[in-house]
């Protein structure tokens, strides 16, 4: 089997529709963070739904549909919430977010032999704490074969003999300088994870979200540096 490994979409449809189009996989495991920063939270959710993904709660999830605070980087705290406030809440019906709120916060699944455990942030703390490839490979991997964790919007993988930890980073709003939607492919018979990067319409997706930000012009400079750049 090959499983599409992504995360952390964050309310960005064309980068997940692209992905989604023009990858070939057999299974979708998607590690959190459906919602907020971009312009389409309910579309992006929707998609992954409807794709069959396994999904697990991310911290951004759990802050819209519990309101609760995502914690997350102090450079990007203010943008998560006014996005929240203004994009996510108000473009997710109830329901949606009802849901949204169900994702596990940790699976382990069974993929032809291949044990694979899956959490946002950390085996630790599965919404916020986020780690690095250096502090990935201290990680004791709990009796499975892979880990697969998000929450850092970086790519890595780390194996060696004890351990086998995957980040597919962000498919849609990656911060490691390459802009385009981050996935990774798990490769069940052949035990092996290839990383992959897809361009997408970068300026169509701002010019949705510039009209549904307003007046938060600040807030959108920050977020339209990101998205175009990769660094935050």
């Not at 919007?153 to 939607?181: F, L, T």
């Amino acid at each position: 089997m090959k499983i599409l490994l992504i995360s952390d979409a964050h309310s960005n449809l064309h980068a997940l529709e692209t992905v989604l189009d023009k990858v070939s996989f057999d299974d979708i495991l998607f590690v959190g963070d459906a919602v907020d920063y971009g312009p389409n939270p309910f579309e992006v959710y929707s998609r992954l739904h409807e794709a069959g993904a396994k999904m697990i709660l991310g911290n951004h999830d759990a802050a819209a549909a519990f309101g609760i605070d995502c914690r997350s980087s102090e450079k990007m705290h203010e943008a998560s919430v006014v996005t929240r406030r203004r994009i996510t809440i108000p473009r997710m019906p109830e329901k949606g977010l009802s849901e949204l709120g169900t994702a596990a916060r940790r699976l382990r699944i069974d993929y032809e032999g291949l044990t694979v455990e899956a959490m946002h942030a950390s085996p630790r703390d599965e919404l916020y704490e986020y780690i690095s490839r250096e502090q990935a490979s201290n990680l004791e991997m709990g009796g499975t074969d892979l880990m697969v964790l998000g929450h850092t919007h970086i790519q890595y993988e780390v194996r060696d003999s004890k351990r086998w930890i995957v980040n597919p980073g962000s498919v849609g709003m990656p911060k490691d300088g390459d802009p385009r939607a981050s996935y990774a492919i798990l490769d069940t018979y052949k035990r092996k994870v290839e990383f992959g990067r897809k361009d997408y319409d970068i300026e169509s997706m701002l010019k949705e979200l510039s009209k549904l930000i307003g007046s938060e012009k600040r807030i959108f400079e920050l977020l339209s540096t990101v998205f175009r750049t990769g660094f935050q």
